[in-house]
């Protein structure tokens, strides 16, 4: 995937993929290849998906969205 900070953030914490530094066609083929010559990592990335999908939804988020629009519009 591509290195944009919340994306890397959703990777790097639940372990859901690769990240991508440079989007050259040569390095989306390696880590394509990579990640397909792999397939424990390729399944512990899919579990790992299905698992932050359980977290980063609207109905796990709903609260603190609206905690946090509560706050805010106290503030004013």
């Not at 990777?11 to 066609?25: I, R, W």
């Not at 998906?49 to 503030?75: D, M, P, T």
Request: aromatic fraction near 10%; charged fraction near 30%; proline fraction near 3%.
């Amino acid at each position: 995937f591509s290195d944009l900070p919340e994306m890397k953030k959703v990777v790097d914490e639940f372990k859901t993929g690769l990240m991508l530094s440079e989007h050259s066609p040569k390095n989306i083929a390696l880590l394509i290849e990579q990640l397909f010559s792999d397939k424990n990592a390729y399944d512990t990335f899919c579990e790992n998906a299905v698992s932050a999908s359980s977290k980063l939804n609207w109905e796990s988020q709903e609260k603190n969205i609206v905690e946090f629009f509560h706050r805010i519009s106290a503030g004013k």
